[in-house]
């Protein structure tokens, strides 16, 4: 329940718990994908906007007050069929259902805005939007190369704040190692240098050294098993 200070309170203590054994300086919160509001007896009536945005201060004003930056997703913020072009603006992801994007106006300025974006664009219209309200706005590829690449030129070219790569359970083996590989070493060299270009003969050179290191490490943790490390070949 967003209205739920019980609530709001175990997660909080459980988001410092997590960044104080992390040694974290930076906390992001979530908050996207938001599809159900205001189901419950005391959320009805509620416009979404001021529930979503006051969760959103809630949990975020608490955590400053510890020191720490806090990051959001912005999704929510925004109908995503007036700013994104391809099959993830879709009817049953915006249709209104969660009618949180007016919280854009209500949600405090010091949040950083992690915009995800996955694909190639001739446009990121939400990433210029969110810097010019005054937000700290990272752009958020994911596993295509093209798309990283065309989101860190215009994060370059448009004084966004910066990239922060994203993985979203992707995987074993081969699989889980292109996807893996993709979004931190490709988003690294794209973020790095604007003069790295997304072909295959550069994904593979940056594959190899990767995927050892990521290997090593996994082995360290007591994963043998080579289908389950990095990847391997056919």
Request: proline share 2%; glycine share 10%.
């Amino acid at each position: 329940c967003a209205k739920s200070e019980e609530a709001r309170k175990i997660v909080a203590d459980l988001m410092l718990e997590l960044a104080g054994v992390c040694g974290a300086k930076r906390v992001h919160i979530g908050c996207d994908e938001v599809m159900e509001l205001g189901l419950c007896d005391r959320c009805k009536g509620v416009p979404h906007e001021k529930l979503y945005a006051d969760w959103v201060n809630g949990l975020a004003r608490g955590l400053k007050q510890k020191g720490y930056e806090v990051l959001m997703w912005g999704d929510r913020l925004i109908d995503t069929r007036d700013y994104w072009n391809d099959d993830m603006s879709d009817e049953a992801y915006d249709k209104g259902m969660s009618g949180t994007k007016g919280a854009l106006k209500l949600i405090d300025r010091d949040i950083t805005i992690c915009d995800w974006q996955y694909f190639v664009r001739r446009d990121y219209p939400s990433l210029r939007m969110f810097k010019s309200l005054g937000f700290t706005v990272l752009t958020c590829p994911w596993h295509t190369l093209d798309g990283t690449a065309a989101q860190c030129r215009f994060a370059h070219a448009n004084g966004i704040d910066g990239v922060m790569s994203t993985t979203w359970g992707d995987g074993t083996g081969k699989e889980r190692g292109r996807y893996v590989a993709n979004a931190f070493a490709g988003t690294a060299c794209q973020a790095w240098s604007l003069d790295y270009p997304p072909s295959d003969r550069w994904k593979w050179n940056y594959d190899l050294d990767f995927i050892k290191s990521l290997r090593e490490v996994e082995w360290d943790m007591g994963l043998e098993d080579v289908a389950d490390t990095g990847t391997y070949g056919e």
